[in-house]
């Protein structure tokens, strides 16, 4: 079965940092374009980031305040993001898939085929 799962979600401080981590089961995320996504409560699906089977990146919603990067010897993807805000509420997502693509400053999750079942991060004192 072919899986993508998160982990790093919890509670953080305003002015914080992050880094959530993304897995595969049954493929290896080095031969897939890798994008992370959220979903803040009452709102809609945006793509933060994403990485290309090469080393592309591509900024979506969240620029200038997040990256990615892969660990290939690990077989994850990273997130990391900088001063967190009440605002970085949401469900995290990470998703792998064919290619990475902006459409309207947001990534395009057309390019994705396998998403996992996200991580909640809260942002809060």
């Known amino acids: 079965q072919l899986q993508v799962v998160e982990s790093g979600g919890g509670l953080v401080q305003p002015g914080g940092s992050l880094r959530l981590s993304c897995a595969a089961s049954g493929f290896t995320l080095d031969y897939y374009a890798v994008g992370w996504f959220r979903q803040a409560p009452g709102g809609e699906r945006e793509g933060i980031i994403c990485?290309?089977?090469?080393?592309?990146i591509y900024e979506g919603s969240v620029k200038g305040r997040s990256t990615i990067s892969r660990d290939s010897a690990a077989g994850t993807v990273h997130l990391w993001m900088n001063s967190l805000k009440p605002s970085d509420t949401a469900v995290y997502y990470c998703?792998?898939?064919?290619?990475?693509?902006?459409?309207?400053?947001?990534?395009?999750?057309?390019?994705?085929?396998?998403w996992g079942k996200g991580t909640l991060v809260t942002v809060s004192s």
């Open positions: 990485i290309s089977r090469g080393t592309d």
């Open positions: 998703a792998a898939g064919r290619y990475c693509e902006l459409m309207n400053g947001d990534i395009d999750p057309n390019g994705m085929d396998y």
